[in-house]
């Protein structure tokens, strides 16, 4: 399982380096998010400071949607059904190979949306670690629930409009652990619950998720 | 999880229903003013049961979604509950968002707060509403069942994970919390409305899920019937010119 | 005592609304 999954993870990444569309498109994309909440919010009136956490993981969610229907969309029409059935890989290997590759992508976003926060929002970063760790939590549980729901609209005509519904929701749990864990790590928060708490939440997450994967992700894609 | 067979079963399903929904209107209405929250107790008779229901409507999507996609308990009846019970539940959901609503009322005299029960059913509502969209997409109905199936699954894992995220979020980090429960020392015919509730809303759930099971199933085979009517129509047609 | 009220039809309207919605669709989808 392994290998097929390092196999796929590598050929997935293979692509991207070739075709750069994560880095040419979707990166962009994320930053213009992060600039449009800036007019949305006034950076004069303070708010944006105060948001920055928040802002950040709604631009990472977003990115994930096109990392995710990106991911699909490089196995051809039919999307990953064809790439697992007929080439003989162990379905769980596929789910975790596309998975890691979405994960590897995103967690580059991240590196550079952060940067783009802290310059663009001003924002004093105190907690580093607890940054890296989060993004790292957050990241493994998104990539594997975006995987799944990414096969399971697969071909669908309507999957750009679908997976955006069906997907947010479910992640609505990765956006409060993840932005209230952040927000312990820049200056001038206060915080109730302990981070690690956040970050223990967001790894039963991403544990759920990959377990479910690895288990269903076969039948999931049998007709 | 009922099978709709018999109208006699929904009759008398829905006249229990009824007599039990009018017994709870009216114990409701008349309940007295506390002390806390004025009239707005009275809704222990309405919220809670709508709630209930709403939780069991989705509970029933789940579990008909997992008989569904076991291979030795598949059968159409188990897709069609699913999907019957996760429109229902879409019903009691946003019941169950209207009256919390207003149940919050005299604390802060706004239409909505970021509480964490009424937060966690919003997100409830936007699980059931993709569920149903994406079982409006055409397919196969196996292939449409199997789909379903999954993502009713996939909903049904991160309800605890929202739970516990919500809850945190908005219990522990906000002193505002929407105190809905009934203190300790409520009187007994507060606990005797709401329990006529919940009994009530469940006898309401269970004939709204057989009727809709049986609307589907009748509306699946009259198309089964007009593809069949089509197909038999072209072949005429084919031979006439042929 | 209008917002109880309120909450109170809009429960059962909506109820009896979709109770009524269904009975039409399970007539005419050649209901028994």
């Not at chain 1, 290997?93 to 929002?121: D, N, S, T």
């Not at chain 2, 019903?91 to 966690?120: E, N």
Request: hydrophobic content about 55%; cysteine-free.
């Amino acid at each position: 399982m392994w290998r097929d999954a390092l196999a796929v993870a590598g050929k997935d990444l293979r692509i991207e380096r070739r075709s750069r569309v994560g880095l040419q498109q979707i990166v962009p994309f994320a930053v213009l998010v992060i600039v449009l909440f800036a007019f949305a919010l006034d950076p004069d009136r303070g708010v944006l400071v105060q948001a920055a956490a928040g802002l950040f993981w709604i631009a990472v969610l977003f990115s994930t949607l096109l990392a995710v229907q990106r991911s699909q969309a490089i196995e051809g029409a039919d999307g990953v059904r064809d790439a697992t059935l007929l080439s003989g890989l162990d379905p769980s290997g596929v789910f975790l190979g596309k998975a890691i590759a979405v994960a590897v992508q995103l967690l580059l976003l991240e590196v550079v949306l952060a940067a783009g926060v802290v310059v663009l929002y001003d924002v004093d970063v105190e907690g580093i670690g607890t940054l890296a760790i989060t993004a790292v939590a957050a990241t493994v549980g998104l990539a594997a629930v975006g995987s799944l729901y990414g096969a399971l609209a697969t071909g669908l005509h309507v999957r750009e409009t679908l997976l955006p519904l069906l997907l947010l929701p479910v992640v609505a749990p990765v956006l409060i652990a993840a932005t209230r864990a952040s927000e312990s790590a820049l200056a001038d928060t206060t915080f109730e619950v302990a981070p690690a708490d956040w970050v223990g939440l967001l790894a039963v997450f991403a544990v759920v998720y990959v377990a479910f994967g690895l288990v269903a992700y076969g039948s999931l894609l049998e007709d | 999880m009922r099978k709709g067979t018999s109208s006699a079963l929904t009759l008398s399903l829905g006249f229990a229903a009824v007599v039990a929904l009018s017994a709870t209107v009216v114990l409701g209405l008349t309940l007295p003013k506390t002390f806390e929250q004025e009239e707005y107790s009275r809704l222990i008779a309405v919220h809670p049961g709508v709630a209930w229901a709403a939780y069991i409507a989705f509970g029933v999507t789940a579990v008909a979604s997992a008989l569904w996609l076991l291979p030795r308990t598949r059968s159409r009846t188990w897709d069609l509950v699913a999907g019957a019970s996760a429109e229902i539940g879409v019903v009691f959901t946003a019941l169950m968002l209207v009256t919390g609503s207003i149940w919050g009322r005299p604390t802060w005299g706004v239409y909505w707060v970021w509480d964490a029960r009424l937060t966690l059913s919003a997100l409830m509502l936007m699980l059931l509403v993709g569920y149903l969209a994406l079982r409006r997409v055409p397919a196969d109905p196996d292939v449409r069942a199997q789909r379903s199936a999954f993502v009713a699954l996939l909903s049904v894992l991160v309800v605890p994970v929202n739970h516990y995220a919500v809850e945190w979020w908005r219990t522990l980090h906000q002193s505002r919390s929407l105190d809905m429960t009934p203190s300790d020392d409520l009187d007994g015919e507060f606990i005797a409305a709401m329990m006529l509730g919940l009994l009530a809303f469940t006898l309401v759930y269970a004939w709204l899920l057989v009727h809709r099971v049986r609307v589907a199933r009748l509306e699946e085979e009259r198309e089964d019937e007009a593809l069949a009517v089509a197909i038999d129509e072209r072949r005429r047609e084919a031979e006439v010119v042929g | 005592m209008g917002y109880v009220a309120a909450g109170y039809g809009i429960t059962i309207g909506t109820l009896a609304a979709y109770a009524a919605w269904l009975l039409v669709r399970g007539r005419r989808a050649g209901g028994r």
